[in-house]
């Protein structure tokens, strides 16, 4: 079945090529988007599946063998990842259909957005899927140019202003990951993460120490950790609703993903979980604080973004394998949430005409299924019971407890702290724009279908967690197991003979 793992990739590419081909007929863009990415969730399932019950599955791009060619792994992080954002991404396609159809650009849609669209899935993918070091970056540099263009899509001055912020920050990210995978191949002679798993731990402690900040830095910029954070809040909001949901819920798990594997699988040991931890509890605290000050439900959710990144280093700091397999949990379950709320709020500004918490009221009363849709995750998020939010942080928790040290307490005073303060925030959000007196009449508007009903999709994905938590639980533990013995990874690569 190793056959299937270049496809997440392979089938976005070109869909791109060809919707962009079709640049003039935008029902048969539409129709080649969703079924490209209908097809890579599928694929993904298939991963997912595969490798859980027959191992991790490995790929040698154009035959040539590592560590000379490129290397594609699905292990069941990475297929995890895969399947997750493939349904995301699924129904934000959708959604932002609808939206078009919504806003009158049916007839005349920008004909780059599907392509840019499925270019972006490409770059998340091949980021998930990346056997080595720069294919990793090409990943990056693929999902962040298609950003540039999806964030200044329409080119009106917010958004250009904000995507400069953007294009700024990630190329400073994008110079530091260059520049640390070039002193690695200098110091190591080699870019494959199986034959760096060897390689990186004959370095003396002081360059393997610079090279882990450098690595850490880059991607901690691109997760939207404090303080590397402040371009985040003033870059989402000024894009299209689907637009900004997407990024939400995966551009910065990109980055999170990136530190998982690079931290569990080239520096093991806990070199790096003081710093880990202290950044996730201020990333953590200081998110929600933004949060609770944002008068916007654009902005109040991009801090929250930030904020909930916390618990996920949080688990990653822990360096064990409870804390891990949480950290694996809440990563799904936040793309998930993150990313429904986001598409909410789109529902919000198409109903209320604004975002802004002054400008809203009554939304309950005239849309009772936008108050749901809303509500539902937002509840999820602040980690109410039953929900699959407050699994996770119980797991997170849970492995706080266990560490029984004092930062690794002060975490879990601090995740329970900005639970209530998100449950705060969104309680605002839900007192101001649904529950009281509007201020003023607000005009007759009916939700499109198109754009409700991948929302409710989400929201039901959401709610199903819950219900999943058991098996995916026992995957994001497997995936945990996996990640810390190493040589699992490294066997799957070079076969039982390990690296040369």
Known sequence: MTFLVPLPVVMPLLGAALTLMMARRPRAQRTVSLTVLTATLLVSCALLYFSTTDGSLVVAVGGWEAPLGIVLIADQLAALMLVVSSAVTLCVLVYSIGQGMADGHEETPLSVYHPTYLVLTAGVTNAFLAGDLFNLYVGFEILLVASYVLLTIGGTENRIRAGSTYVVVSLLSSVIFLTAIGLIYAATGTLNLAQLVERLDELPDGLRLILQGMLLLAFGIKAAVFPLSSWLPDSYPTAPAPVTAVFAGLLTKVGV???????????????????????????MVIGILGAVAQSDIKRLLSFTLISHIGYLLFGVGLTTQLGLSSAIFYVV????????????????????????????????????????????????????????????????????VADGGVLAWMLVGGGILTSLLTLYAVARVWNLAFWRTPPKSMPSVRLPALMVAPTLALVTLGVGLTFAAGPLFDVGDQAASTLMQRSGYVEAVYGEGGAP
């Open 333 to 400: 379950h936040h793309i998930t949430i993150q990313t429904t709320l986001f598409l909410a709020a789109g529902l919000i500004e198409q109903r209320g005409g604004s975002t802004a918490l002054d400008r809203l009221g009554g939304l309950a009363k005239l849309s009772p299924v936008l108050a749901v849709l809303f509500l539902v995750p937002a509840l999820n998020l602040a980690g109410i019971p039953p929900f699959s939010g407050f699994i996770g942080k119980l797991g997170l928790v849970q492995a706080g």
């Open 257 to 283: 993903y990136a530190i998982i594997r690079t931290e569990t699988l080239l520096f093991p040991g806990g070199r790096a979980a003081v710093v880990l931890l202290v950044t996730g509890l201020l990333t």
